[in-house]
C-alpha cells in the first residue's frame, strides 16, 4: 500500500500489543488495565485490515467489524463490573481485589 | 512511494508515543485522553490502507463512545490519581524485560518471514461501505445476528450489575414515598 511493506504494519501492530500487555501486567488501577486491553485489540483489528489491504479481501475488514462489536460490549459489562465493585470496595486498586466475595 | 512513507512513520511514531505515554501517565484522565489519540492516529492509519469505513467506525465506536464511556467512569469514581507502587519487589523491571524480550522476537519473526511484500495498489477503490454492506449481509448474515443477541446481552448485564440494592418490583410501580 503506497509502496510500504507489509512488514512494518505488523511490526507497528506487535509493538502496540506488546505496549498493551504491559500495561496489563504493570497498572495497579485497574481502568487503566481496561484501556490496556483496549489497546490490545486496536493491534489486533490493524493486523487484520492490514491483512485485507494486501491480499485485497474484504473479509479481514468485516472481522474488524465484528471485533469493534464485542469490543464494545464487552468494555460496557467491564465498566458496569468496576462500579459494581467500586460501591463495596470503594477502591479500584487491583491489590485489593483479592478475593472473589463481594 | 516517498511521501506514502513519511506519512507512515509520522504516524506510526505518533501511535507509539501516545501509547507509550499512556502506559507511563500517572494521572489516569491523561491515560484515557492519550488513548483516545492512538485510536484516532490508528484510524488515520486505515485510511492509509484503503479502508475508509472502517476508519470513520474506528474513530465513532473507540475514540467516540468506549473511551467516552472510559472518562465518564473514572469521573464518577475519582479514579484520577491512584498512588503507584510496585506489588512485587522487582516486578517492573522483570515485565520491561520480558516484554521486550517478546518484541524483539515477534519483530524478527516477522522480518525473516514477512520480507518486503508490497503489493502495488492500485487507484480503483478498494472497500466502500456498499461492498462491506454486501458482504455482511449475505455471507456473515449470521454472525451479524449473534452479535446484535451480544449487544442485548451487554445491555442487560450492565443494567443489572449496576442496579444497586434489590428494588421490589411493587416500588417500581407504586414507588415508596
Same mark, same amino acid.
Not at chain 1, 472481522?63 to 462500579?83: N, Q, S
Given at each position: 500500500?503506497?509502496?510500504?511493506?507489509?512488514?512494518?504494519?505488523?511490526?507497528? !501492530? !506487535?509493538?502496540?500489543? /506488546?505496549?498493551?500487555?504491559?500495561?496489563?501486567?504493570?497498572?495497579?488501577?485497574?481502568?487503566?488495565?481496561?484501556?490496556?486491553? *483496549?489497546?490490545? &485489540?486496536?493491534?489486533?483489528?490493524? /493486523?487484520?485490515?492490514?491483512?485485507? %489491504?494486501?491480499?485485497?479481501?474484504?473479509?479481514?475488514?468485516?472481522?474488524?467489524? &465484528?471485533?469493534?462489536?464485542?469490543?464494545? %460490549? *464487552?468494555?460496557?459489562?467491564?465498566?458496569?463490573?468496576?462500579?459494581?465493585?467500586f460501591r463495596t470496595k470503594h477502591s479500584i486498586d487491583i491489590d485489593q481485589m483479592s478475593s472473589l466475595k463481594g | 512511494?516517498?511521501?506514502?512513507?513519511?506519512?507512515?512513520?509520522?504516524?506510526?511514531?505518533?501511535?507509539? =508515543?501516545?501509547?507509550? =505515554?499512556?502506559?507511563?501517565?500517572?494521572n489516569t484522565i491523561y491515560a484515557a485522553l492519550f488513548l483516545a489519540m492512538n485510536f484516532v492516529t490508528v484510524a488515520l492509519l486505515y485510511l492509509?490502507?484503503?479502508?475508509?469505513?472502517? =476508519?470513520l467506525v474506528q474513530v465513532t465506536v473507540y475514540a467516540g463512545s468506549i473511551m467516552v464511556l472510559f472518562l465518564f467512569v473514572i469521573m464518577m469514581l475519582g479514579a484520577e490519581n491512584i498512588?503507584?507502587?510496585?506489588?512485587?519487589?522487582?516486578?517492573?523491571?522483570? =515485565?520491561?524485560?520480558?516484554?521486550a524480550v517478546? $518484541? $524483539?522476537e515477534l519483530a524478527m519473526m516477522i522480518a525473516v518471514k514477512g520480507g518486503l511484500f508490497q503489493a502495488s495498489m492500485s487507484e480503483v477503490e478498494f472497500s466502500n461501505p456498499a461492498l462491506l454492506g454486501e458482504m455482511l449481509f449475505t455471507r456473515y448474515q449470521l454472525l451479524f445476528l449473534v452479535t446484535s443477541v451480544i449487544l442485548l446481552a451487554a445491555t442487560v448485564g450492565a443494567v443489572l450489575l449496576t442496579r444497586g440494592d434489590k428494588v421490589k418490583s411493587r416500588d417500581l410501580v407504586h414507588p415508596k414515598e
Open positions: 500500500m503506497l509502496g510500504i511493506p507489509i512488514s512494518y504494519y505488523l511490526v507497528l !501492530s !506487535s509493538s502496540m500489543f /506488546v505496549i498493551g500487555i504491559l500495561g496489563v501486567l504493570l497498572r495497579r488501577n485497574a481502568l487503566v488495565t481496561f484501556m490496556s486491553l *483496549e489497546m490490545m &485489540f486496536n493491534a489486533a483489528n490493524l /493486523v487484520f485490515v492490514t491483512f485485507a %489491504a494486501y491480499h485485497r479481501v474484504l473479509t479481514g475488514q468485516i472481522f474488524v467489524f &465484528f471485533v469493534m462489536t464485542v469490543a464494545a %460490549a *464487552e468494555v460496557a459489562v467491564g465498566l458496569a463490573l468496576m462500579v459494581a465493585i | 512511494m516517498f511521501p506514502g512513507m513519511i506519512l507512515f512513520i509520522f504516524l506510526a511514531l505518533v501511535v507509539i =508515543a501516545s501509547s507509550l =505515554a499512556m502506559l507511563f501517565s500517572r492509509l490502507l484503503g479502508a475508509p469505513f472502517i =476508519a498512588p503507584g507502587g510496585e506489588s512485587l519487589p522487582g516486578h517492573r523491571v522483570l =515485565a520491561l524485560i520480558l516484554g517478546f $518484541l $524483539l
